[in-house]
Structures are given as C-alpha cells and as structure tokens.
C-alpha cells in the first residue's frame, strides 16, 4: 500500500507529548482496555522514535510507529520490541492497520488547511479515533481535536500552568484546522478571549498557585456559556475541553 502523505520536519524532543499521552490514557483507557485488538498508531513520530516509546510505556497497548520517510523507519528499528512496538512506513492510509487509535501531533500542521478535512477522513476511516494536534518544542504548550468518523468531537488546550504568562499564547499551538481562525468574528478567537478574560479576572487568586488561578479561569469561561466537557480534577493539570463545535470555524 502506498504512504498517502508528504515527509515533514521531524523534530521531536524526549517528553514532548507527554500531556496528550496522559490525557489519552485518562480519556480512552478504558476504550483500549475493551478493545478486541487495542493497537495504537503513532503517525509522523519524526527523526527519532522517542514518542513512539514513551506512548507504548505510558498506554501499555502494542504501539506502531508509521513514518512516510523510509531512513526514519530504517533508523528507528533498533527500538523496536515486536510484538509490543514496531516501525513502519507509512501515512495517512494507515499501511493497512486498523487501529483503536491514532495519535498525530505536528504533522498536519507543516500541510495546507485544504487537506487537514481528508486527512482525518482517512485516519478515521476504519474506526478509529483520532487525536490530531500540535505542541511547542518542549511540550508545555499544546492542543489537540479528537476526530470519530462522525468529525471532530473536542478540542482541549493544555499548558504548564507554571510556566504560563497568558492562555492567549495557546494561539500559537492550535491545530491547523484552527490556527488560520483565530481573528475576531471566528469562535476559536472568541473562546480564547474569554478564557483570556477569566485569567486576569481571577489574578488575585495567583498567591494559591498557578493550578487555582486556571480552575477558576475555566470555571468562569464555563460559566459564560462555553460547552466545557471535562471535569475540575482535568482543569487542575492545566487543561481546558470544549464540543468542537463552539470552535469550529
């Protein structure tokens, strides 16, 4: 089978993806524990295979890593521990697998908008469920849309709330069917300012810490009539999810 897709970038960074590893492990879970084959695909996991590794520590399922670029995949077969990990070639056909679930990060941020809507007809094609998102170099930013077959379902914005000056920043790692929207008029640019809001609104509380200042941030964006899906123990570490189509363009 044919790799659908174009080589990109690959730089990745050992813990990059560690949010969105947690946050699947926390959200489908028990969707990998039932499933009858619970295989996981790392899709575009770059120069190095270090987050197709970590993904299989921290998820314990078998994982396989696809990448379109063959040295990549040659390069990383000394990581491998079949049946438990592998690297393949492929893209976004999949090679073939049909997985419970696939993890894209940083990928479909080097395309065109134009293709993001075929790309996640193409992950999700077999029935999986896709999670397809973007981070900055040492993971403390990131977002990420969980895609069905139906279409996206979510968005979810995470960051290190240590490390945070604003939510606004998170405009720089938006997926890329998002990223081009953040102007006023859009949704996604609507969302983050009233997030952006909450947080200087809720400053006073930044003498307790940085996780109570974002609670009360999301709480009052929730309360201002944003479909926030996930529950205070998630806000705590940082994250934020809404219905995707509060956001969508």
């Given at each position: 089978m044919r790799p659908v897709g174009s080589i990109?970038?690959?730089?990745?960074?050992?813990?990059?993806?560690?949010?969105?590893?947690?946050?699947?492990?926390?959200?489908?879970?028990?969707?990998?524990?039932?499933?009858?084959?619970?295989?996981?695909?790392?899709?575009?996991?770059?120069?190095?295979?270090?987050?197709?590794?970590?993904?299989?520590?921290?998820?314990g399922v078998r994982v396989v890593g696809l990448e379109i670029d063959p040295a990549r995949v040659a390069s990383a077969q000394p990581f491998a521990d079949p049946p438990g990990l592998e690297f393949r070639r492929g893209g976004f056909e999949l090679a073939g697998l049909r997985p419970a679930l696939v993890r894209a990060f940083n990928v479909l941020r080097q395309y065109p908008e134009s293709e993001v809507d075929g790309a996640w007809t193409a992950m999700t094609a077999s029935g999986a469920v896709l999670v397809e998102g973007t981070c900055d170099e040492l993971g403390r930013l990131a977002s990420w849309v969980t895609v069905t077959g139906a279409g996206p379902q979510t968005l979810t914005l995470a960051s290190r709330l240590a490390t945070l000056d604003t939510p606004a920043t998170l405009a720089e790692r938006l997926p890329k069917a998002l990223i081009h929207h953040n102007v006023?008029?859009?949704?996604?640019?609507?969302?983050?300012?009233?997030?952006?809001?909450?947080?200087?609104?809720?400053?006073?509380?930044?003498?307790?810490?940085?996780?109570?200042?974002?609670?009360?941030?999301?709480?009052?964006?929730?309360?201002?009539?944003?479909?926030?899906?996930?529950?205070?123990?998630?806000?705590?570490?940082?994250?934020?999810t809404v219905r995707y189509g509060a956001v969508a363009p």
């Open positions: 990109t970038r690959g730089t990745t960074n050992p813990n990059r993806l560690r949010r969105v590893d947690n946050w699947i492990a926390a959200t489908f879970g028990d969707r990998l524990r039932l499933a009858d084959d619970p295989l996981v695909i790392d899709l575009g996991y770059g120069a190095s295979p270090v987050t197709a590794v970590e993904l299989r520590a921290r998820l006023p008029g859009e949704r996604i640019h609507a969302l983050l300012s009233t997030l952006d809001d909450a947080w200087r609104a809720a400053a006073p509380l930044t003498v307790f810490g940085p996780r109570q200042r974002w609670r009360q941030a999301v709480a009052a964006t929730r309360a201002a009539g944003w479909p926030i899906v996930d529950r205070p123990a998630r806000w705590r570490l940082g994250e934020l």
